[in-house]
C-alpha cells in the first residue's frame, strides 16, 4: 500500500490567539510508495513526528489530506489506521509480559489462540525474542525492548509501519545492529515503513529515500546518494554529513576557488561571468599530500589539527584566503601522518566540488 | 470572549463523545451539591442572624466578646506551636530513617506512623491517663495531686504526637526524592558533612519543610477530638466553639461565623502550600535506583540521630500501651486490677455503633475510591471547559476544616428535596466528598507518570478509548487506587470533626461514641472502643494490601521508561 500526503498541514495553539499559533507542519506533499523505507530527518522542532503522529491519527491535521492507498485517513480513529508504529519510549505495557505485550493487538482482534500461537511463533524467531515471552518488561535489556515493541507491531500485519525515533534511546553499538536488523527486516517483509530520526548516519543506511525537513517543510527529497551529493542548499548539505563551503568566482567559464581555477561544469542555469556563488566539497574528496611541487600545488596550506580516528584522519588545514578546511584520508595506517604545523598540499577532482547556491 | 469561543470549541469535541459529557456533567453536578452548595450556606448563614435576616451581628460580637477573640488567638498559637516542634522532630526521624542505615528501619517507620491511622484523639485520651488529675504519671509516679493538664500544654502535647507523624511522613518523601548524589558532590569538592547538611540537604529540602508546616498547621487548626478532651473550658478554641455554639446554645448563625473565620487560616495556608511550595520543591526523579550515601553521618551523629527515633517510638509505644492497658484496667486511676468488663459494656452498648461505622466505611470507601480516578482520569487526559475548576473544587473539601463541612451539610440538607439530615446517605456522602481528594490527587500524580505513549501504543494496536482504558490505563493506575482506598477506609473509620455534626440515634459512629465515653468520664470504655478501633483499622489494611494486584512492579517500569 502506498502513503500519500497531500498539501498537509498542522497549526498548534489556539485560535483565539494568532500570537500562540505554532505551524508545526507546512503544506507537505509526499508519496511513500508500496514497501518503500522513506525517512524523515531534521532537527528536532522541525515537524517530521507531528507528521507520523498525523498519519498514526493522534493528531488531527489542520488541513490537506491523508491517502492510505486511495483511502483517505483523516478522519480515523488511530485505532482503526492498520499503522502499527513503534515508539521512542518503546511504550511497553509495564502490566503486561512480553508475550501478551505482542499479543495484545491480537487479542483485541479476538484472533484464535492458534493463529496468535503461530505468528507468535514467527515473530518471536524473527526478532530474535523466543524464549523471553514470559519475561517481565523490568527484566529486559534496552535492547530487548526494542525488539519487543517492533514485534509487537509487525506481528499485526500492518499496510504501514511507523518508526519513531526508535533507536535514539540505545547505545551506540547497539543501534548499529539494530539498524541492520531494522532494515532486512522491513525489507523481506516489505511493508510500507516512514521512519523517523534526526541521526543523518541512521538516515542514510536505512532508508530508500530520505526526506529532509525544516521549520514544517520539506527541504529536499531523495535517495540517500542525491542528498549526500548533491544537495540542493546549505542547510541539507551541513545536515547530512561533514562539508566544506566556499566561495568561488565564475571567471572564463570556470569556477575560481582561491588562487585555483577549476574546469567545474557550470550547468547550473543563470550563471555569468563574474558570479559569486557558494560552492561545497566534502572532506574525503580532498587529497592531501606533502608539497612536493610548491608551483603546481592548487592549493597550499598549514595543517592545524589532527584527529586520528582509527580508520579515517581528519585533518584541519588552514589555506591562505579561503580559510580552514577540513579533509579526511583514508587508511592512515598506510600513509603517512601529518603532523600540525606541517605545510601540506591539496587538490581535488572538479567534478566533487558542487554548486549550492548563487550570492547575491 | 476569547475564553468564550475555546470553551464553545471544547463543548463541541464533548458533544462528540457523549459518554465523556456525561461523566463531566455527573461530577460537576455533585460538586456543586455536596461541596460548593454546603459551603455558601455557611457563608451565607454567618452573616445572618438567629431571625434570619442580613446582619453582621456575628462577626460583630468578635469585638465585643474578648472569649470568641481567645479562640481565634489559641487555635493559630496552637497550630503554629505545634506546627514547629511537629516539623522538627518529624523532620529529624525522617532524616534518620531516610540517610542513616538504623537497624528495624522498616518497623521504626511502621510505629511513626501509627497515630497516623489511629482517631485522632487517642492520644488525647492517653495524655489524659498519663498527666490528667488521675494519670499515671503525674499522680502514681509523681505523687502531684490535682496537677491540671487542660489549656494550652495539653491539646499542644497531644496533637504534636498527633501530628508530627504527618510531618515525618511529607519529609520522608522529601528526603528520599532528593537526589544523594548531590551530597556525594558537595562532600567531594572539600564539604564537611556539617556543611553538607546546612548547604545542601537542608536548603534543598526547605520547601518540603515549609510545606509540611503548613500541613500540620492546617490539621491543627482543624483538629476536633483533642481540643474538646484537653482544651478545657479556659481555653477556648474555635472548631470545638462552633461545635458548642451550635449543639449548645442552638446559635447556627454564630457557629457559622466561627467556621468561617476558622476556615480563613487554613484556605489560606492550603492556598499557598498547594499553589506556591509545591512549585518549588526539589526533586530529582531519575528512574535510576540511587542508593542513599550513609557517609553523610558520622558516628556520633547517627548515634545521637538512632537514640532520638528511639525515644520517639518509645513514646508512640507508650501511648498507645496506655489506650491498650487502660482498656483492660478497672478503673485507672485507682484501680489497676485487670478486667474484661470495658469490652463487654462497650459490645453491649456499642455494637450498633461499631457496624454502623463498618456500614459507612465500607460503602464511602469504594464510592470515593472510584469518584477519585474518575476527576483524576478526566483531569489528566482531557479538555473540557470548567476543568481547572473541578480539581480545585474537589479538593476544596479537603482543605476546609471538617468542623465547617459538617456546619454545611446540617444547613445545606435539612430541607425537602434534600433532607438528609440523620441519614446514613448524608454520613457516607461526607466522606466520600471529603476524602475523594486524596484518591484524585494520588491519581492525578500516577496518570501524570504513566507516559501517554502507552496509551497510544494500545489506541495504535487497535484499542478504542474505553478498551484503552480498561486494559491499560486501569491496571497501571490500581496501586494509587488501593492506597486512595486505604486512606480513605482509614479516614472513614477515624475522622470525627465533621462526623459530629452528622451523627443521630439511628447512626452514630466509633469516634463520636469514644469522645461521649471520655466526656462521661468512662476512660476504661472509650480505651476499650479506641483498642476496636484500631484493631478493625489495621485488619482492612492488611486485607485490602493482600487484594492489590501484584502490580508493584508497574509503577516501576513506568518510571524506568519515562526516565530515558
Known sequence: ?360 | MKKLSTAKRQIELLVRDPLLAILVGIVFLSLAIFVVYPLGAVLVKSFQDEQGTLSLENYGRFARFGYLWDALRNSVLVGVVTGMIGVCLGYAAAFTLARTNIPFKKLFHLLLILPIISPPFTSALSVLMLLGANGLITRKVLGLSDYNIYGFKGVMLSQVFTFAPVAYLTLKGVLDSLNPTLEDAAMNVGASRWQTFQKVTLPLSLPGIASAFLVVFIESLADFGNPLVLAGSRFPMLSTQAYLEITGSFNLPLGAALAVVLMLPSVSAFAIQRYYLQKRQYTTVTGKPTSSSSKLVSKNARLALTSFVLVFAMFILLFYGTIFMGAFTKVWGYNYELTFRHFLYAFSVGMDTIKDTLIVAATSTPLSGFMGMLIAFLVVRFRFPGKGSMEFTSILNFAVPGTVVGIGYILAFNRPPLLLIGTLTILVLNFVFRYVPVGIQSGIAVLRQIDPSIEEAAQNLGADGLTTFRKVTLPLIAPAFFSGLVFAFVRAMTAISAAVFLVSAQWNLLTVQILNQVGSGRLGVAAAFSVILIFIVLVAITIIGRIVPGHEGAIRTVRISEGF
Open chain 1, 1 to 360: 500500500m502506498e502513503l500519500r500526503l497531500q498539501d498537509l498541514f498542522k497549526e498548534f495553539g489556539s485560535y483565539d490567539e494568532p500570537s500562540s499559533r505554532v505551524v508545526a507542519v507546512d503544506h507537505v506533499n509526499l508519496l511513500v510508495r508500496e514497501g518503500e523505507l522513506v525517512t524523515l530527518l531534521g532537527p528536532s522542532g522541525c515537524g517530521k513526528t507531528t507528521l507520523l503522529r498525523m498519519v498514526a491519527g493522534f493528531e488531527d491535521p489542520t488541513g490537506g489530506n491523508i491517502f492510505f492507498g486511495e483511502r483517505r485517513m483523516n478522519d480515523a480513529p488511530p485505532n482503526e489506521r492498520n499503522a502499527a508504529m513503534v515508539f521512542q519510549s518503546y511504550a511497553i505495557f509495564p502490566h503486561l509480559d512480553v508475550f501478551e505485550n505482542i499479543a495484545f493487538g491480537l487479542r483485541l482482534k479476538r484472533l484464535a489462540e492458534r493463529e496468535i500461537k503461530d505468528r507468535m511463533e514467527k515473530v518471536l524467531d524473527l526478532t530474535g525474542l523466543t524464549g523471553l515471552e514470559r519475561r517481565q518488561p523490568n527484566q529486559l535489556s534496552g535492547g530487548q525492548q526494542q525488539r519487543v515493541a517492533l514485534a509487537r507491531a509487525i506481528i499485526m500485519e500492518p499496510q504501514l509501519l511507523l518508526f519513531d525515533e526508535p533507536l535514539s534511546n540505545l547505545d551506540a553499538k547497539l543501534r548499529e545492529q539494530m539498524r541492520i536488523e531494522l532494515r532486512s527486516l522491513q525489507q523481506r517483509l516489505h511493508i510500507t515503513s516512514v521512519y523517523v530520526t534526526h541521526d543523518q548516519a541512521e538516515a542514510m543506511s536505512i532508508s530508500d529515500r530520505v526526506v529532509v525537513m525544516r521549520d514544517g517543510r520539506i527541504e529536499q527529497e531523495g535517495t540517500p546518494l542525491d542528498l549526500y551529493s548533491r544537495p540542493k542548499n546549505r542547510f541539507v548539505a551541513e545536515f547530512i554529513g561533514k562539508v566544506n563551503l566556499l566561495e568561488g568566482r565564475v571567471r572564463a567559464g570556470s569556477l575560481e576557488i582561491g588562487q585555483g581555477r577549476f574546469s567545474v561544469p557550470l550547468a547550473r542555469a543563470g550563471l555569468r561571468e563574474g558570479d559569486r556563488v557558494e560552492c561545497m566539497i566534502r572532506p574525503e574528496c580532498i587529497h592531501i599530500r606533502e608539497i612536493w611541487n610548491p608551483t603546481a600545488a592548487l592549493l597550499r596550506g598549514t595543517v592545524r589539527r589532527t584527529t586520528f580516528l582509527g580508520s579515517v584522519v581528519e585533518y584541519e588545514v588552514f589555506v591562505e584566503g579561503l580559510g580552514s578546511l577540513m579533509v579526511q584520508a583514508s587508511n592512515p595506517l598506510e600513509g603517512k601522518i601529518h603532523t600540525v604545523g606541517s605545510s601540506v598540499e591539496l587538490g581535488f577532482a572538479p567534478e566533487s566540488v558542487h554548486i549550492l547556491s548563487k550570492i547575491d
